[in-house]
Every structure is written in C-alpha cells, then in structure tokens.
C-alpha cells in the first residue's frame, strides 16, 4: 500500500511539473507531393515544433540532435513533415565496396 502512494505521489508531482506543448496543422488547398522533399512553400507557412527533449541516456535534457516537424492537412489526408539533422560525417568508400562512415 505504501509503495503504491509512493508511485502515485511520484506520478502527480511529475504531471504537476510538466509543460504542455501543441502544434496546430496547417490546413492547406494545394497539392503537395509525396516524395520525402519539403520543397513546398505550404512546408515553409507551417508552424514548427522543435524543441524536442533526450529520452535516453539522459531523460528530459534537451536532445543533441535537432528535428523539426510540421504538421499539415486538407480533406484526404494529415501530412508529417520531418527534419532530422545529424552531425557532420564523411563517407569513405574502401577498395571493396564497403562504406564507412566517420564522424568528425
């Protein structure tokens, strides 16, 4: 009984704590092509969300990598748009075909 207050106490003092992020959709009407490019300038009017926190190794601290998204829709359908950046790397291609891929 005592271990189940405890969680629980625990639980409400983290939903205390927490902020409460929203993203609302863009609501388009043009087409947009799904072809994995975000070349539409309707990508560019969407409102973005960005802050994005690390699950793991290090829970709630702010992600080493940055993503963007953006939400849009019309009446078929809701389209996500993504943006993940990583850090710069080079790609060397050995004698056998092998790629490797070296952080710098």
């Known amino acids: 009984m005592r271990t189940a207050l ?7 003092g ?14 388009i009407h043009t087409r947009i092509r799904i072809d994995g490019n975000l070349e539409e300038a309707v990508w560019k009017q969407a409102a973005i969300a960005d802050s994005f926190i690390a699950n ?3 829970f709630g601290k702010p992600s080493s990598r940055q993503t963007i998204i953006h939400i849009l829709y019309d009446d078929q ?15 060397f291609l050995s004698p ?3 790629y490797y891929n070296v952080l710098l």
């Open 6 to 12: 405890t969680i629980i106490g625990l639980f409400l």
């Open 14 to 27: 983290i939903l205390c704590f927490a902020k409460e992020k929203k993203l609302a959709a863009l609501r």
């Open 56 to 58: 793991s190794p290090d």
């Open 77 to 91: 359908a809701v389209y996500v748009g993504a943006t993940n950046h990583r850090p710069q790397s080079n790609i």
């Open 96 to 98: 056998t075909g092998t």
